[in-house]
């Protein structure tokens, strides 16, 4: 009986639409989660840990929707279907009903969701994964899949099943999913899961909470992985055990109670009001009259143009709101609205970590989704819709009704597609109120303009999918084999699945073109060209699958494809209607636009390969090694430096293009006198008449931009030549946003460093991957040298790593724009309407050199003799003062404790946020994103002030980095970027305190702990490192621990003196120097201290393993505590073991929880504090405290690096002795 | 004026569909007569120009219906024999849309017509329901008020009566000899007695053939006095089939009543009978079965 009853639930279930939308859905973000997924990641992707959280990730998304949807089959579906009278006077009982019901609705739900597997694994069979085998792989997936998911499903089905039983409404089980789906949203948030993008510190209350009742189990799953290497997240699976284990006995046991209270409140009887509605309609019927009598009259119909238009409305009318009618659209519709809400309020509440806050603008509420979710849902569920519309008629049994009616094809099918076209506009609109009114909610302005160019931008390419899909199921069989043909279609149009297949070019990206991103700088203009170019393209090439499609246009019963192909063209000739449709006007449109898109795809074709130097991977790779096996015979040749370079640059931001006449003075910096120049120029610049004063040129290499110089004399050591050229770039957006090249108006920016001549062999071109070495049989490379090693082979003198010039330039663009280069501004004019600078640099400056352009606004202060100037949007000047106050805090405290500015003038640029760069120092010029700089909410007193910390961590990068210029060995990253945290603590310090710089200690903690957890590398001492987690986060603990230590004063001492050392054109410094150089300003005692930071990996683990307190009278307490002291050191090699020193921390007792007071100043919350020794065997201590204690916390604000956090607040018991 | 000459249509599973059909069918009632799977749809629908035949021609008023389907669908009224209908929609705009389909573009005459066919057949209280919520007759109802949309010339019903209870089917044949005063009206059915109420004209259909064509009454006279009848016990059935040709049994007050195609008296006890339209239709089909054999 049972076994009959779910046979017969599976065949319901599987059957119907929502069946075919969830198993695409879900293999579709199977495969795109782990597209999206970075293969160069430290935790391999197809390892145990990644395929859990994946999992995860998947059920999180999808899991409510889905059993939401098969809930209304499941239960709801006998009142929809008015067969309940059935159902209850069969002899099933109770209980096998409601268990029938459910176990088919967990088995179809888990079924469902399983088929993501196959997504995973066709994604990951096409990513380069790492070596894990298929066996181990697959087991990852279903180990999470069956102890977390399976679960989980069980126990939603229960809940949305409980629903739909008793409030018969599909409305109520979609509103419950909904909810439930926000809400573990919410929770995940706040319990800092993993599973977030942007988790928060986590409330350990809610966190225990949510472990407890997690329907998936993640967060008890994240509990006991947390600290696991990228190692054992690549090869261990999780145990069920723990709390892990309690949750899912707990889940199953509530999913059971569930469905038993179903079963006891279930009345398993119709319910009254329904009976007898039809008898009653049919006694209505016999007996009323209608009032109105009305005849019955032949009408002679019309066949005319009015008719076909009466016919053309109302068809689409009634073909989009029968779509809209839908509950599949309803649920999609709400998918939509969650998916937007959760995005937007999360663009719009938050920016960047530490509670920062942007201003509410269109731009950032787009940023949310207009250029990734909005095109890649509607495409998905685009398909969908077409081919619910092309099979509608054929599906409801009225295709012999419409078919056989006079109405003309062109009605019908344009019909549909007109209808299809409003469901994308649906979705955009839908997607322009929610955003509108969010920003409306978080007080921003809102740009309806903007808005409505979603339209075009977004809308245009839903047009070109609907034709496209629509051709498809015109041709197609039945409505399986055309969704699936659509639905493959699509995936390699939003995919980069298609350039594993060799389809990599954008013209087999079908209804796409390059990103579109939006800046209030330069709006979509960094792309819109190629917008333009390639939507002409789909649309012509969509003009003519819609001519195809019409012309198969499937008018009556079988009429078999070959017939209507024979027939598209025959005017009056087909058979019942087939071939009707074109006739020479159709064949007409057909030629213009099959012409149109070749011409438009041609037009692509040459912006793309010709204009913009297109090259597919494959090609980029030859290329590469082909350079390598023709010129390494140079990589050996010494080179010229270059020395000063005088240019003539002219901008042309509306045309997005170049000018340039470039002078470089080059000089032989080595001893041995040199009798060729090897010249390297980049592709994507056209360089004119090089010519190098003195030399003959003796050989061209057009495809790989060399030069080959023959020197008429030997250019003998000291001696000076002049190298002249010109160059010029036309530039267009179809490979995208160039993120260091973008001329385009409102914003250009030309680094000239990739783009300007190279000399002698150029080692960026090397391909470096070993296995594309080995691929291309190209020899290893050489491992890189140590930093020891690279000091004996330099024997201590970096020096030839300089690359320091002197720089001039006359730079003009539009009128009206800013230009700006390095240098002193000496003259500013106009002439023929546009803006001409003359830019000089003092001395002698990194050879770091950017064009700037902008239709900036100028604010700027004299501080110490140096003009600071802010270039910024005209609307954007909120936080131009702050950023002013920022930069002359700096420059005051650089100047004083680092050395004097180089330069007169420092200048700080607003750039578009699609540059993908947050700040960036470059010298005398330093970016600031638009975003993090100039749209972030100053008015948010609670967020920690990044605007500031930037700004002082790009201004002192004009000492580390532009003023201090360190060797290119290991550890040189950190003379640069932990030195300008260091800079940026101390300022923080002085403005806001040391309480407010705990708090970025904190994260920055955190952010250690986190890259280490993720890095696929062993971690290097800190004065051997370059990987971020360690030059920034470590770096920023390990100077703020012995700036805590040594002292402020004996700190910057020791940095001046590094500077005065190393400096330009002195001996290039490398960490040595900074160990040296800190040893040099203390005393023997702290050299350990330095080292133990400096030199070594050491990680802590500090707890309190006891805690009481006792009442003393008159409000004093006493408090007795144990502690201990774990820790471990690592060798730089993989190796670890424990060491037992003593170590010094400090110790809280607290009327509060410590992290509370993070960020707040002295606090009467603070009972007392102070530094004590912890010894690995364990200590203990008593303190007396005048108020009574809550909290004991060892290291209460993240002065030390302690992997185990959760054991070093402690709750005193209380002793009453 | 309906011309249809030898029409043929196999299907690609191999079922001969319709063979060599030639019919002319003029205004009036016209009765398509035969068992499930004659081909009686199949015909239908390709003269409702939803699908074309392999080879032969049809004609209506003279306008060859494969090259000019708009010709006859601007005065087609076409009831299927099974339909659907667009999920909620109420039976007021479904009616309203599919008058605007076949081109009834004067507001005020379309809804004039429609409202008049909703309460012609009984359905104008129940307007604003959905149709996909109708009973099997309501639905029934509906498909017919739409095959009257218009100006029909050609009313091609398929099946139409099953479902509707007597005095619903009273109405409809009414409705349908109203209209076949000046229209074809080609009635499908496999209820002999709808064709002998309502058809000065009909046609038998078995296997795909024509197999009888002509007035019914015309066609009766061809039997006359060959038709007898006897009632015998149900075991002695068999006998029967094998001495005679057995047109049809049917019980009666526990016997079994034979009727026998026969010139003379067949047997003792047999009675002659006057031959109706029943008798014409199973000697007809039965006649084909035993040639089949």
């Known amino acids: 009986m049972m076994l009959s009853l779910l046979k017969f639930e599976w065949q319901l279930h599987s059957r119907q639409p929502v069946f075919m939308l969830g198993l695409l859905v879900c293999v579709f973000f199977g495969g795109f989660l782990i597209q999206n997924q970075s293969v160069d990641s430290d935790v391999l992707v197809a390892g145990p840990y990644n395929m859990a959280n994946s999992i995860c990730i998947l059920a999180l998304m999808i899991v409510p929707f889905l059993v939401g949807a098969f809930t209304g089959n499941a239960i709801v579906r006998d009142r929809n279907a008015r067969i309940t009278e059935l159902i209850f006077s069969t002899p099933i009982t109770k209980m096998h009903y409601l268990l029938s019901r459910w176990l088919g609705l967990v088995a179809i739900s888990s079924l469902v969701f399983t088929s993501a597997i196959i997504g995973i694994l066709v994604s990951l069979l096409f990513s380069d994964t790492g070596e894990i085998g298929f066996a181990h792989t697959l087991w990852s997936l279903l180990w999470p899949l069956i102890i977390l998911i399976l679960p989980g499903i069980a126990l939603l089905s229960s809940i949305l099943f409980a629903v739909g039983l008793f409030s018969n409404q599909n409305i109520a089980v979609y509103i419950v999913a909904v909810i439930i789906f926000l809400l573990y949203q919410l929770l995940a948030v706040y319990s800092g899961s993993p599973l977030m993008a942007n988790p928060i510190a986590p409330d350990e209350t809610l966190k225990q909470i949510l472990s407890g009742i997690d329907p998936y189990g993640a967060t008890s799953f994240f509990e006991q992985v947390k600290y696991w290497s990228p190692t054992q997240r690549n090869s261990q699976f999780f145990e069920l055990k723990g709390m892990l284990l309690y949750n899912r006995v707990g889940v199953l046991l509530l999913s059971v109670v569930i469905l038993a209270l179903c079963y006891r409140k279930f009345d398993f009887k119709l319910a009254k009001h329904k009976t007898a509605s039809k008898s009653k309609a049919g006694i209505i019927e016999k007996s009323t009259v209608a009032e109105i009598q009305y005849r019955y009259q032949p009408v002679q119909p019309n066949t005319g143009i009015k008719a076909s238009w009466l016919a053309f409305t109302e068809q689409c009318k009634l073909e989009y709101l029968s779509t809209l009618k839908t509950r599949v659209f309803f649920a999609v519709l709400v998918f939509w609205t969650v998916v937007l809400v959760t995005e937007i309020i999360e663009g719009l509440s938050s920016l960047e970590n530490l509670g920062t806050t942007p201003i509410a603008s269109t731009a950032e509420a787009l940023w949310r989704f207009q250029y990734d979710v909005l095109p890649r849902f509607i495409t998905l569920f685009l398909v969908y819709f077409v081919a619910e519309m092309a099979w509608r008629d054929e599906e409801n049994n009225v295709a012999s009704f419409i078919y056989s009616s006079p109405v003309a094809n062109i009605s019908l099918f344009f019909a549909k597609l007109i209808a299809l076209l409003l469901i994308p506009v649906t979705f955009i609109t839908i997607a322009i109120g929610i955003s509108s009114g969010l920003q409306v909610i978080y007080g921003g302005q809102v740009e309806w303009s903007l808005y409505l160019s979603l339209y075009y931008y977004s809308g245009l390419p839903m047009v070109c999918i609907a034709a496209l899909c629509l051709f498809i199921h015109s041709v197609s069989p039945n409505k399986f084999v055309g969704m699936s043909i659509s639905f493959s279609l699509v995936i390699l149009a939003i995919t980069s699945l298609g350039g594993q297949l060799g389809l990599e070019h954008g013209l087999f990206k079908f209804s796409t073109s390059p990103l579109m991103q939006y800046s209030d700088l330069i709006g979509f203009n960094s792309t819109s060209d190629a917008f333009n170019g390639y939507i002409k393209y789909w649309l012509s090439l969509s003009a003519v699958m819609v001519l195809l499609g019409y012309g198969f246009y499937r008018r009556g019963v079988g009429v078999p494809l070959r017939l209507r192909i024979q027939y598209i063209g025959k005017q009056g000739v087909g058979k019942q209607g087939v071939g009707k449709q074109w006739g020479y006007q159709g064949l007409a449109l057909m030629v213009v636009s099959v012409l149109a898109s070749g011409y438009f795809g041609s037009a692509v074709f040459y912006q793309t390969n010709e204009v913009a130097h297109y090259q597919s991977s494959q090609e980029r790779v030859n290329w590469r090694a082909e350079y390598e096996r023709k010129y390494d015979q140079y990589e050996h040749m010494l080179s010229p430096k270059v020395v000063n370079i005088k240019t003539h640059m002219a901008l042309y931001p509306e045309q997005h293009r170049y000018q340039m006449k470039a002078d470089f003075t080059l000089v032989n910096s080595h001893f041995e006198s040199l009798n060729q120049i090897l010249v390297s120029t980049d592709a994507d610049v056209h360089y004119q008449n090089v010519a190098i004063s003195g030399a003959t040129l003796s050989h061209y290499d057009a495809d790989f931009g060399q030069y080959l110089f023959k020197l008429n004399a030997p250019m003998l050591p000291g001696d000076r030549l002049q190298m002249t050229f010109t160059a010029s770039q036309v530039q267009n957006g179809y490979l995208g946003l160039q993120r260091d090249n973008l001329i385009t108006p409102g914003f250009s920016y030309v680094q000239a460093l990739r783009y300007m001549p190279f000399f002698g062999f150029n080692h960026h071109y090397q391909l470096k991957s070993p296995s594309l070495r080995r691929d291309q049989g190209l020899p290893e490379l050489a491992p890189a040298l140590s930093l020891e090693q690279a000091v004996d082979e330099v024997k201590g003198d970096f020096s030839a790593d300089y690359d320091w010039l002197e720089f001039e330039t006359v730079l003009s663009t539009s009128a009206d724009e800013v230009a700006i280069a390095p240098g002193k501004l000496i003259k500013k004019w106009k002439n023929n309407d546009r803006n001409y600078y003359h830019y000089k640099t003092a001395g002698p400056i990194r050879n770091v050199i950017s064009y700037i352009s902008g239709r900036y606004k100028m604010a700027s202060r004299f501080v110490d003799g140096i003009e600071l100037q802010v270039y910024y949007h005209a609307e954007h000047q909120d936080n131009v003062e702050h950023t002013l106050d920022a930069m002359s805090a700096s420059i005051n405290y650089a100047n004083k404790h680092f050395g004097r500015y180089l330069g007169e003038q420092l200048r700080l640029m607003e750039v578009p946020r699609n540059l993908g760069l947050s700040g960036y120092a470059m010298p005398e010029t330093i970016l600031i994103s638009e975003l993090e700089g100039f749209r972030t909410d100053l008015s948010n007193k609670e967020a920690f002030d990044q605007v500031f910390r930037r700004t002082a961590h790009e201004v002192a990068h004009q000492w580390w980095g532009h003023g201090l210029d360190s060797a290119a060995v290991e550890g040189g990253t950190v003379l640069v970027e932990t030195l300008a945290k260091y800079t940026e603590l101390v300022l923080l310090e002085q403005r806001y305190g040391n309480e407010y710089v705990r708090r970025l200690m904190k994260y920055e903690h955190r952010r250690y702990f986190n890259g280490r957890g993720y890095s696929s590398e062993h971690e290097l001492p800190l004065y051997r490192a370059d990987a971020r987690y360690l030059v920034y986060s470590k770096g920023a603990v390990a100077m703020y621990a012995l700036k805590n230590i040594l002292g402020e004063e004996a700190i910057n001492q020791a940095l001046r003196q590094l500077m005065q050392n190393h400096k330009y054109p002195k001996i290039p410094a490398t960490t040595l120097d900074l160990i040296a150089a800190l040893k040099q300003t203390t005393t023997a005692n702290n050299y350990p201290v330095i080292d133990r930071w400096l030199k070594q990996i050491i990680i802590d683990d500090l707890s309190i393993t006891s805690a009481s307190y006792q009442q003393l009278g008159n409000s004093h307490y006493k408090v007795n505590v144990c502690l201990q002291s774990q820790q471990t050191k690592e060798d730089g090699l993989g190796n670890s073991f424990a060491i037992s020193t003593e170590t010094t921390a400090w110790l809280g007792v607290f009327s509060e929880h410590p992290d509370n007071l993070i960020s707040r100043g002295s606090d009467s919350a603070v009972l007392k504090i102070a530094k004590v020794a912890v010894k690995s065997e364990g200590n203990c201590l008593s303190w007396t405290v005048a108020g009574k204690p809550t909290h004991i916390a060892i290291d209460p604000f993240y002065q030390k690096l302690d992997q185990q956090r959760d054991n070093n607040v402690s709750v005193p018991v209380f002793a009453s002795k | ?293």
């Open chain 2, 1 to 293: 004026m309906l011309m249809i000459s030898n029409l043929n249509k196999t299907y690609d599973n191999g079922v001969k569909a319709l063979v060599d059909i030639n019919l002319t069918i003029k205004q009036g009632m016209f009765g398509l007569l035969g068992p499930n799977g004659a081909g009686k749809s199949t015909l239908m629908r390709t003269l409702a120009t939803l699908q074309s035949p392999d080879s032969g021609e049809i004609l209506f008023n003279g306008h060859n219906i494969q090259h000019d389907p708009q010709a006859v669908r601007s005065h087609l009224g076409y009831l299927p024999q099974e339909f659907g209908v667009y999920p909620k929609i109420s039976a007021f705009n479904l009616l309203n849309h599919f008058a605007i389909l076949k081109g009834l573009t004067d507001k005020v005459t379309r809804l004039e017509q429609v409202n008049a066919l909703l309460q012609q057949t009984n359905l104008y209280q129940h307007r604003k329901k959905a149709v996909s919520s109708f009973s099997g007759g309501m639905k029934q109802r509906f498909g017919i008020a739409q095959a009257l949309l218009g100006t029909p010339k050609l009313v091609i019903v398929d099946e139409p009566t099953a479902g509707l209870d007597p005095e619903e089917r009273n109405r409809f044949h009414n409705v349908l000899a109203d209209i076949s005063e000046n229209t074809i009206v080609i009635l499908s059915t496999h209820i002999v007695e709808d064709v002998s109420n309502l058809c000065p004209d009909m046609a038998i259909m078995a296997a795909g053939s024509i197999i009888k064509q002509g007035p019914p009454q015309k066609l009766l006279a061809q039997l006359a006095g060959s038709i007898w009848r006897k009632h015998v016990n149900k075991q002695e059935i068999s006998e029967y089939q094998q001495q005679f040709k057995v047109i049809s049994q049917r019980l009666v007050a526990g016997k079994v009543q034979l009727h026998v195609l026969s010139e003379n008296c067949p047997a003792a006890g047999f009675e002659p009978v006057q031959a109706d339209l029943e008798d014409l239709y199973f000697s007809a089909i039965n006649g084909i079965a035993a040639r089949g054999n």
